[in-house]
């Protein structure tokens, strides 16, 4: 089933802890109910793709090579960005560290704003996309494709996932869309629709956490200048000997306009989260296993307000390898017991129905922007 609607989702590996508790998970109704007030401005924030390449990396040698894969164009003015000029994105390998089924690579990358003096062109909650096999899906969304740990590249430190600008299903010509260069010619075509992150902005450091960044409301955060030039940090685990030390790029970027009023432009989906686990979860046997998830979630979104009462902006979803369905939260659990400007603090627990193993386990905080899609805004479709 498609679906239409702007997505963030981060992936949180947790190891949990054997409970104390003896209780067994009982079931709770769930309440559908939320629904958004908020009118969403036509002339809102767009993202736009700035660049799509295909990276090759020697490991041997600690080189790397970088293909402008596809002639990304910008929205309005229709000129060539990133790809105009390969030297605006900067790949450097920092570490290798091979194993005996992986080899995991530590890379610096560096993206510099094509325009040194033009303030309109100012870009916004700019992220580099690292894409590559989706061997997995999620069961929200049996089209959201995303990557195994055991088998397919993983970014290891992403800030979050998105489904923008994924090779599967942004494919239409146009400025919208993509031309194929030579190099995706020769055996590489990612795979997943939700791909792993790293944000960029401004006086964000190679390694500083986007949360802390985020939330301290300094000026101009989120903010990527014309002219700047930022790095972050990529821990990226290769699985051997398939499907080798290679993968694609995107740098997506949001813009509304080119008039003062346009600026800040700052994209309408959340762009941090972090979670916090306090579950209480047991396993004897097979027939002697369950416990509680509990946790707590905090969502930076830029356009979310909520004066009392349930989130209208943003609906979230928890889906995990200890429970058997997708969770919605409730009104209830949809009420933050933090609220600030931008960010807003939740609670919920999950009763935990299948509980394998203690250690390992994945959950998802899905966070579904209310009232936006993928739509491009000259109607240029695409497959999501």
Known sequence: MKISIALLTTLCLLIFTLSCSGNDPSSSPLDLSITSTRNKSILTSQPNLWGYYDVNIDAIEATVQITPDRQAMFTVNVVNFLNNDPSDLQISVNNVNPGNEYIDIELDVTIRHPFSYAEQ??????????????????KYDDDLLFPDYG?????????????????????????????????AANGYNATATLNPYKYYGECLGENDDLWSYLIAGELQTGYFLSGMVNTRTYEIRFPKPDPGIKFGYAVTANWAGAAPEFHPSHAEEAVGCILTDKSELYYIDESENGGTLKLEISIFDWDAQVSSGPMEDYRIFIESTVTSTVYPLNSDEMIPFINTNHWHKYRVEIPAD??????????????????????NPSGVPNDT
């Open 151 to 183: 088998t397919d590249q993983v970014l290891l430190n992403a800030d979050g996932y998105t489904r923008w600008f994924n090779p599967v299903e942004f494919m239409s010509p146009g400025i919208f869309g993509y031309t194929h260069g030579n190099f």
């Open 121 to 138: 062109y100012n870009g916004y909650d700019v992220r580099g996309v690292f894409i590559g096999e989706g061997s997995n899906q999620l």
């Open 354 to 375: 299948n509980v394998t193993c203690i250690e390992g386990n994945e959950v998802w905080v899905i966070v579904e922007e209310l009232g936006v899609d993928y739509s």
